[in-house]
């Protein structure tokens, strides 16, 4: 029974007009989607690739006199553009590119502005977008596009036959009720599987064909494990399709229900709540407002440090001890600026994760997030940057510490003058920034409670389907 | 008889549940993000004002005029609350340096203090108008004939003695009405949020170019109920009809307008990836041509003071000479300050012009996107709407246009007062005052520094300590005649104008439409429906 139940919704769900429009432009959709994307990355690549020479420039005219180039040697480390960005996006374009590592004063800064960026076209990326603005990627298709289908495929799925009378027959027959819902979905289900595979073959192959450099074993996986989630994705919007068929009474206000509901789930609560961000619990203080702060932090804690050498430093000091003492105190005061602009950086992150959770309402969102965790762009990959740049930063500097034998004179760090030797080293042997993507183990635990909502949200919509359904009375 | 069927259409629009849904959402969308956006104008107004009065704070003490710094900001429009264009993402103001002469090409600042904020974006007028109510015209129009002929209501009305064009235009009239009174509801809205949140001048400037975007809104708004009367009139069934406008809504509001711009994001980072390059050469040159010619500068035995006397509040920006001088050091600075002013001011012109040209192959990218999305009737609209509100990458452009003529300006007004002579870097009136005479004299012939050997050398003899002390009154310039920086939002007609050709083909689709319609209406026979 099961299986006829099935098989009869399968073909009137392939068999549709609606089945062939969404097919057609869901296929044109990833090609033309594709083709700019291949288009983009290579651009890319060109500014992460400058990026990289012009990091091995200072590191070169650093290594042949390490003392006097230390002030003036900024290094950047920036997210290196990834194929999977073409999954999930992220707002990776909008968000800061990376950040700015300076061994003395010692400083792990994030990019903000065009000005720091100056080797970089990155922030223009965003120069002819509108204020309402999405980036062309696969999470966009499956996000609209399939969430829409599966939408269209279904407000009618109950209701109707409930116009046609045909529900009546149907219950006539002796099954069980979960059935008739079960074969609904399951061939929804299928029927919107069909042009996301295709789709993603087709974008797999065009991948292959047009980037051989970025296609790799790790992507097909990425594009495996997409496909999970976005089956997730939809299987919310088919249940929640029907569920709003089997409440209302004919098929006119399903339909303006799911659209509706479409709407706010996928356009307006993901774009709105950013209007959260201008609330008063999430300000933080102005760039000029941070550094003024990093000014009092430096002064009290040299302070701090000045009354731990007390006798000292009225006397005068020994030349060792003096630069003890200024080897601790510059030490600290960098420090000390560090810890605030970190902080500062911590608390702006987590306002826009608290948004985000705002935005676990909507299943879009969810979506959104796990995907682009699960592929390893957005803001899991600007923290793994921001993690990998903090390592690279005390590498860097256990590195100069550590070649004490072309030195004689100990440290390479503070003061910066005249006693301590400036011989040129070995600029192949300076460690280098290196952004890798991160471990699957990672990325799942990072996806891990949007996917869990994401099969929450499926459940209790499923438990409610099957409930409403039956308590459904045909007379 | 017209009467008769649009009242009909209209009330039985505003009684459905399609309407009443989509106007709770469009207000509430609405009430939101006026909120938020005036609030964030508020902040960058502040902003503003606090910054011009900074601006002319500093212009009242500058002694000299390698200290003299201009400061230009840029005026936020009111009407960003209700189209946001570009403007919260730009910058606020941008500066004229004398140390390092550039005309700037990007705008610093801005309010925007959380660097991740560009992730979430906000939604505006044009947002909503896009989003909720071309569905709501979609919604309204879909089955207006298709579901007649379902019904069978159509046959009944067609046996009435009406002209079919009359029926055809009270649908869309009717249609129309209900889609102008939420609209206007929701602009009255947002007008009223606006006004109440006090801060914020309503002016009449501000309200007719908000009737301009009204009816702009109604243009584009009427194009999408004449294609879904058109379609409707041509499917068989409603169901078909609204599949058709629903694809039409998806591909034409969200996928190629997206598609398009990021292609055109694309090709202008394409474009313009040698321009900093060029830019970076020409600093470079700039750099080693300036070094060339400091070295031919004749070098003389010379004494300099050890603490040079800075004026305090410009400590750290640049250098002020004291007025306690050795004539040659005077001689030297006023050729230095000449040769360095005509190098730095015409590479900046040069860097100019390869940044002009960039901005020029920007331009054309931009052109060439606008003329291509001028066909889609959404981006149409929304093209249309920022150059009504005037605050989208147009304006920016005019500024920065504006910017470069004011440099020259600025330039010229400079050379007329020969600031960029001895005035440059030195206080106060060129002739020195008896005392200050006497004692550079005292210091001159004073033996104790003659002796020493070098080029330059720092003086430490007797007179040091009156030389440290002496603190000049220093008459500040007057800045009262330099020129202002002007710059003005376009008026009604200037912003009808620039967006002719996107008004043109919407009333063209428009007209399109309604014959379409119209002749897929009249041909319809009701005997022949199954």
Same mark, same amino acid.
């Given at each position: 029974?099961?299986?006829?139940?099935?098989?009869?919704?399968?073909?009137?769900?392939?068999?549709?007009?609606?089945?062939?429009?969404?097919?057609?432009?869901?296929?044109?959709?990833?090609?033309?989607?594709?083709?700019?994307?291949?288009?983009?990355?290579?651009?890319?690549?060109?500014?992460?690739?400058?990026?990289?020479?012009?990091?091995?420039?200072?590191?070169?005219?650093?290594?042949?006199?390490?003392?006097?180039?230390?002030?003036?040697?900024?290094?950047?480390?920036?997210?290196?553009p990834?194929?999977?960005?073409?999954?999930?996006?992220?707002?990776?374009?909008?968000?800061?590119?990376?950040?700015?590592?300076?061994?003395?004063?010692?400083?792990?800064?994030?990019?903000?502005?065009?000005?720091?960026?100056?080797?970089?076209?990155?922030?223009?990326?965003?120069?002819?977008?509108?204020?309402?603005?999405?980036?062309?990627?696969?999470?966009?298709?499956?996000?609209f596009?399939?969430?829409?289908?599966?939408?269209?495929?279904t407000?009618?799925?109950?209701?109707?036959?409930?116009?046609?009378?045909?529900?009546?027959?149907?219950?006539?027959?002796?099954?069980?009720?979960?059935?008739?819902?079960l074969?609904?979905?399951?061939?929804?289900?299928?029927?919107?599987?069909?042009?996301?595979?295709?789709?993603?073959?087709?974008?797999?192959?065009?991948?292959?064909?047009?980037?051989?450099?970025?296609f790799?074993?790790?992507?097909?996986?990425?594009?495996?494990?997409?496909?999970?989630?976005?089956?997730?994705?939809?299987s919310?919007?088919?249940?929640?399709?029907?569920?709003?068929?089997?409440?209302?009474?004919?098929?006119?206000?399903?339909?303006?229900?799911?659209?509706?509901?479409?709407i706010?789930?996928?356009?307006?609560i993901?774009?709105?709540?950013?209007?959260?961000?201008?609330?008063?619990?999430?300000?933080?203080?102005?760039?000029?407002?941070?550094?003024?702060?990093?000014?009092?932090?430096?002064?009290?804690?040299?302070?701090r440090?000045?009354?731990?050498?007390?006798?000292?430093?009225?006397?005068?000091?020994?030349?060792?001890?003096?630069?003890?003492?200024k080897?601790?105190?510059?030490?600290?005061?960098?420090?000390?600026?560090?810890?605030?602009?970190?902080?500062?950086?911590?608390?702006?992150?987590?306002?826009?994760?608290?948004?985000?959770a705002?935005?676990?309402?909507?299943?879009?969102?969810?979506?959104?997030?796990?995907?682009?965790?699960?592929?390893?762009?957005?803001?899991s990959?600007?923290?793994?940057?921001?993690?990998?740049?903090?390592?690279?930063?005390?590498?860097?500097?256990?590195?100069?510490?550590?070649?004490?034998?072309?030195?004689?004179?100990?440290?390479?760090?503070?003061?910066?003058?005249?006693?301590?030797?400036?011989?040129?080293?070995?600029?192949?042997?300076?460690?280098?920034?290196?952004?890798?993507?991160?471990?699957?183990?990672?990325?799942?635990?990072?996806?891990?409670?949007?996917?869990?909502?994401?099969?929450?949200?499926?459940?209790?919509?499923?438990?409610?389907?099957?409930?409403?359904?039956?308590?459904?009375?045909?007379? | 008889?017209?009467?008769?069927?649009?009242?009909?259409?209209?009330?039985?629009?505003?009684?459905?549940?399609?309407?009443?849904?989509?106007?709770?959402?469009?207000?509430?969308?609405i009430?939101?993000?006026?909120?938020?956006?005036?609030?964030?104008?508020?902040?960058?107004?502040e902003?503003?004002?606090?910054?011009?009065?900074?601006?002319?704070?500093?212009?009242?003490?500058?002694?000299?005029?390698?200290?003299?710094?201009?400061?230009?900001?840029?005026?936020?429009?009111?009407?960003?609350?209700?189209?946001?264009?570009?403007?919260?993402?730009?910058?606020?103001?941008?500066?004229?340096?004398?140390?390092?002469?550039?005309?700037?090409?990007?705008?610093?600042?801005?309010?925007?203090?959380?660097?991740?904020?560009?992730?979430?974006?906000?939604?505006?007028?044009?947002?909503?108008?896009l989003?909720?109510?071309?569905?709501?015209?979609? @919604? &309204?129009?879909?089955?207006?004939? =298709?579901?007649? !002929?379902?019904?069978?209501v159509?046959? $009944? +009305? #067609?046996?009435?003695?009406?002209?079919?064009?009359?029926?055809?235009?009270?649908?869309?009239?009717?249609?129309?009405?209900?889609?102008?009174?939420?609209?206007?509801?929701?602009?009255?809205?947002?007008?009223?949020?606006?006004?109440?949140?006090?801060?914020?001048?309503?002016?009449?400037?501000?309200?007719?170019?908000?009737?301009?975007?009204?009816?702009?809104?109604?243009?584009?708004?009427?194009l999408?109920? @004449? &294609?879904?009367?058109?379609?409707? =009139?041509?499917? !068989?069934?409603?169901?078909?009809?609204? $599949? +058709? #406008?629903?694809?039409?809504?998806?591909?034409?509001?969200?996928?190629?307008?997206?598609?398009?711009?990021?292609?055109?994001?694309?090709?202008?980072?394409?474009?313009?990836?040698?321009?900093?390059?060029?830019?970076?050469?020409?600093?470079?040159?700039?750099?080693?041509?300036?070094?060339?010619?400091?070295?031919?500068?004749?070098?003389?035995?010379?004494?300099?003071?050890?603490?040079?006397?800075?004026?305090?509040?410009?400590?750290?920006?640049?250098?002020?000479?004291?007025?306690?001088?050795?004539?040659?050091?005077?001689?030297?600075?006023?050729?230095?300050?000449?040769?360095?002013?005509?190098?730095e001011?015409?590479?900046?012109?040069?860097?100019?012009?390869?940044?002009?040209?960039?901005?020029?192959?920007?331009?054309?990218?931009?052109?060439?996107l606008?003329?291509?999305?001028?066909?889609?009737?959404?981006?149409?609209?929304?093209?249309?709407?920022?150059?009504?509100?005037?605050t989208?990458?147009?304006?920016?452009?005019?500024?920065?246009e504006?910017?470069?003529?004011?440099?020259?300006?600025?330039?010229?007004?400079?050379?007329?007062?020969?600031?960029?002579?001895?005035?440059?870097?030195?206080?106060?009136?060129?002739?020195?005052?008896?005392?200050?005479?006497?004692l550079?004299?005292?210091?001159?012939?004073?033996?104790?520094?003659?002796?020493?050997?070098?080029?330059a050398?720092?003086?430490?003899?007797?007179?040091?300590?009156e030389?440290?002390?002496?603190?000049?009154?220093?008459?500040?310039?007057?800045?009262?005649?330099?020129?202002?920086?002007?710059?003005h939002?376009?008026?009604?007609?200037?912003?009808?104008?620039?967006?002719?050709?996107?008004?043109?083909?919407?009333?063209?689709?428009?007209?399109?439409?309604?014959?379409?319609?119209?002749?897929?209406?009249?041909?319809?026979?009701?005997?022949?429906?199954?």
């Amino acid at each position: 029974m099961f299986k006829e139940l099935m098989k009869r919704q399968l073909i009137e769900d392939i068999i549709s007009f609606r089945f062939l429009i969404n097919t057609v432009v869901i296929l044109s959709t990833v090609i033309l989607f594709t083709l700019i994307f291949i288009k983009n990355y290579h651009n890319l690549l060109d500014e992460y690739s400058k990026s990289i020479m012009y990091n091995e420039d200072t590191l070169v005219s650093f290594s042949k006199s390490p003392n006097s180039h230390l002030g003036s040697t900024f290094l950047s480390c920036l997210m290196k553009p990834k194929p999977e960005l073409f999954i999930s996006e992220a707002h990776e374009g909008t968000m800061p590119q990376g950040f700015l590592f300076s061994p003395q004063p010692y400083s792990i800064r994030d990019i903000k502005q065009e000005k720091e960026v100056m080797y970089t076209n990155i922030s223009q990326r965003d120069l002819v977008g509108a204020a309402f603005s999405f980036y062309p990627d696969l999470t966009f298709i499956v996000q609209f596009l399939l969430g829409f289908f599966a939408i269209v495929l279904t407000f009618n799925a109950v209701s109707a036959e409930k116009e046609k009378g045909t529900l009546r027959l149907i219950y006539s027959n002796s099954f069980k009720s979960g059935y008739f819902v079960l074969a609904k979905y399951l061939a929804a289900f299928l029927t919107v599987f069909l042009p996301l595979l295709l789709g993603l073959i087709l974008s797999l192959i065009l991948l292959a064909a047009l980037l051989p450099g970025a296609f790799y074993s790790a992507l097909v996986l990425n594009f495996l494990s997409f496909l999970i989630l976005s089956l997730l994705y939809i299987s919310i919007f088919i249940l929640l399709g029907l569920l709003l068929s089997i409440l209302s009474q004919n098929s006119k206000t399903s339909l303006v229900l799911c659209l509706l509901s479409w709407i706010f789930l996928v356009i307006i609560i993901p774009k709105a709540t950013g209007i959260l961000l201008n609330s008063k619990q999430f300000d933080v203080p102005t760039e000029e407002e941070i550094n003024e702060m990093g000014d009092k932090a430096v002064k009290s804690t040299m302070d701090r440090i000045r009354k731990q050498f007390p006798d000292d430093y009225a006397r005068g000091l020994d030349a060792d001890r003096k630069i003890e003492m200024k080897l601790k105190m510059n030490h600290e005061v960098d420090k000390s600026i560090q810890d605030i602009s970190d902080f500062y950086l911590r608390k702006k992150l987590s306002a826009i994760k608290t948004i985000r959770a705002v935005n676990f309402i909507s299943p879009a969102s969810l979506f959104e997030f796990s995907a682009s965790s699960f592929a390893g762009t957005g803001l899991s990959h600007f923290e793994g940057v921001w993690i990998r740049t903090k390592q690279y930063g005390s590498d860097f500097i256990a590195f100069l510490k550590e070649d004490t034998s072309i030195l004689r004179k100990g440290s390479y760090f503070y003061p910066a003058d005249e006693s301590v030797s400036d011989k040129p080293i070995d600029a192949s042997l300076i460690p280098r920034f290196e952004d890798k993507t991160a471990k699957p183990g990672e990325r799942i635990n990072n996806a891990l409670p949007f996917i869990s909502i994401l099969i929450l949200y499926n459940l209790l919509l499923f438990v409610i389907v099957i409930y409403k359904f039956q308590r459904y009375d045909v007379r | 008889m017209l009467k008769t069927i649009i009242k009909r259409e209209f009330l039985d629009n505003i009684l459905s549940f399609k309407f009443i849904a989509c106007v709770l959402v469009a207000l509430v969308v609405i009430s939101l993000c006026t909120f938020v956006l005036t609030a964030d104008y508020k902040d960058r107004l502040e902003n503003y004002d606090k910054g011009t009065t900074l601006a002319k704070e500093k212009m009242t003490n500058v002694p000299t005029y390698s200290c003299l710094t201009v400061l230009i900001y840029k005026k936020p429009s009111p009407l960003s609350i209700f189209i946001s264009g570009i403007e919260r993402k730009a910058g606020s103001y941008l500066e004229f340096h004398n140390i390092l002469m550039e005309i700037p090409a990007i705008l610093k600042g801005g309010v925007t203090k959380n660097e991740f904020s560009d992730m979430v974006s906000v939604f505006d007028f044009s947002g909503v108008i896009l989003v909720v109510f071309t569905l709501l015209a979609i @919604l &309204l129009s879909y089955n207006s004939v =298709s579901g007649e !002929k379902e019904d069978g209501v159509l046959s $009944l +009305i #067609l046996s009435n003695s009406v002209p079919r064009y009359k029926l055809l235009l009270g649908k869309y009239l009717g249609g129309l009405i209900s889609v102008a009174v939420p609209l206007a509801l929701c602009f009255i809205w947002g007008i009223l949020i606006v006004l109440f949140s006090g801060s914020v001048g309503v002016n009449r400037e501000l309200l007719t170019s908000l009737v301009w975007l009204y009816f702009l809104s109604m243009l584009y708004l009427s194009l999408i109920l @004449l &294609l879904g009367i058109f379609v409707s =009139s041509r499917t !068989k069934s409603s169901f078909i009809s609204l $599949l +058709i #406008l629903l694809s039409f809504y998806l591909i034409f509001v969200f996928l190629v307008p997206q598609a398009l711009r990021t292609y055109a994001t694309g090709r202008i980072v394409e474009q313009t990836k040698n321009v900093e390059k060029n830019t970076k050469l020409l600093y470079e040159e700039r750099t080693t041509k300036l070094e060339e010619a400091l070295k031919k500068l004749p070098q003389t035995k010379t004494w300099w003071l050890r603490d040079q006397y800075y004026v305090d509040f410009y400590q750290g920006r640049a250098v002020v000479l004291s007025r306690i001088n050795p004539p040659e050091a005077m001689l030297r600075q006023r050729f230095l300050a000449s040769l360095r002013t005509g190098l730095e001011r015409e590479y900046a012109v040069k860097i100019q012009e390869f940044v002009d040209k960039d901005s020029q192959n920007k331009k054309r990218i931009r052109h060439t996107l606008n003329n291509f999305l001028a066909y889609n009737p959404s981006s149409s609209f929304e093209r249309t709407a920022e150059l009504a509100a005037d605050t989208g990458v147009d304006s920016l452009d005019r500024f920065f246009e504006c910017v470069v003529l004011y440099w020259h300006q600025y330039m010229h007004y400079m050379d007329e007062k020969g600031a960029f002579g001895l005035k440059y870097f030195f206080p106060g009136p060129e002739e020195l005052t008896p005392y200050e005479k006497e004692l550079v004299k005292k210091i001159s012939e004073d033996p104790s520094w003659q002796t020493a050997k070098g080029k330059a050398i720092q003086y430490k003899g007797k007179y040091l300590k009156e030389a440290m002390n002496y603190r000049p009154n220093i008459a500040y310039i007057n800045l009262d005649d330099m020129p202002t920086f002007t710059f003005h939002s376009l008026g009604l007609a200037d912003k009808i104008g620039a967006s002719s050709i996107s008004i043109i083909i919407l009333v063209f689709y428009n007209l399109l439409f309604f014959i379409l319609a119209h002749f897929s209406f009249n041909s319809y026979d009701p005997r022949k429906a199954d």
